[in-house]
Nanobody, 122 residues
Framework: QVQLVESGGGSVQAGGSLRLSCAASGHTYATYCMAWFRQAPGKEREGVASISDTGLTFYADSVKGRFTISRDTASTLSLQMNSLKPEDTAIYYC?????????????????WGQGTQVTVSS
């Protein structure tokens, strides 16, 4: 089992920045993909960014150029969010799966954090 704990959410005005962190513990595998998803009220959970064990990153079109995903350590994941927009408001989840690939669908991920709220006001 892998436990994931997010931190760093909060409220910010449009144009501001936030940094989310995710700490992984438990039986962590040497090869796994980690990702950030988000879910706004009434919407399906969507992928925001992912990073493979080799550092290969992927971003949703809606956040390209504004968000940066990184592995600070082997078991710590971050998401730097700049130029935030009201439409970025959602609960953000850290997720992980065993394997080198990072599928786009949330259904492919085995482990999830509890989520952290991000609210961007206009």
């Amino acid at each position: 089992q892998v436990q994931l704990v997010e931190s760093g959410g909060g409220s910010v005005q449009a144009g501001g920045s936030l940094r989310l962190s995710c700490a992984a513990s438990g039986h962590t595998y040497a090869t796994y993909c980690m990702a950030w998803f988000r879910q706004a009220p009434g919407k399906e959970r969507e992928g925001v960014a992912s990073i493979s064990d080799t550092g290969l990153t992927f971003y949703a079109d809606s956040v390209k150029g504004r968000f940066t995903i990184s592995r600070d350590t082997a078991s710590t994941l971050s998401l730097q969010m700049n130029s935030l927009k009201p439409e970025d408001t959602a609960i953000y989840y850290c997720a992980a799966r065993v394997g080198a690939s990072c599928p786009p669908s949330f259904r492919s991920y085995y482990y999830w954090g509890q989520g952290t709220q991000v609210t961007v006001s206009s």
